[in-house]
């Protein structure tokens, strides 16, 4: 596996706008409806806003209703780390950057086949790049 990405708060702070960070290092939520990416049907990869990790791709992408960003499974596995979040009323499995170890939202059982997984996102945790206006040199 690659290195871990560490920064300090301030750092990620500095990288990030207050949505961003305040999602991905703190755990927020952003609002249904509100970001950027839950309504966005271009082509392309969705990135891991804290250090640029490749996450989930646009053929991933499915319209869930619920107003956040869905993916049904990330480009890889291993990007997206899993770790159970035992909150109020029910347990919930919380995603993370495998990298940096971001919040990035939630995976739901609820999904569409094959994976019957539902990846809810924040739209504040991805930064998108668009297959047409990008090509990753030596990828
Ligand atoms: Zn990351």
Partial sequence: MSEK?????????????????KVSRKKGT??????MYWNHHERGTYHCVCC???LFHSSAKYESGT??????TPVDPARVAEVVDRGFFMTRVEIVCAACDGH??????DGP???RRRYCMNSAALRFSSEEAHSEPGA
């Fill in 5 to 21: 990405v560490r920064k300090s708060e301030a750092e990620w702070k500095a990288l990030l706008s207050e949505e961003e960070f």
């Fill in 30 to 35: 952003e609002r249904a409806f509100t970001g």
């Fill in 52 to 54: 640029g990790a490749e």
């Fill in 67 to 72: 107003g956040w960003p869905s993916f049904f």
């Fill in 104 to 109: 990035l939202g939630h995976v739901f059982p």
């Fill in 113 to 115: 086949l094959p994976s």
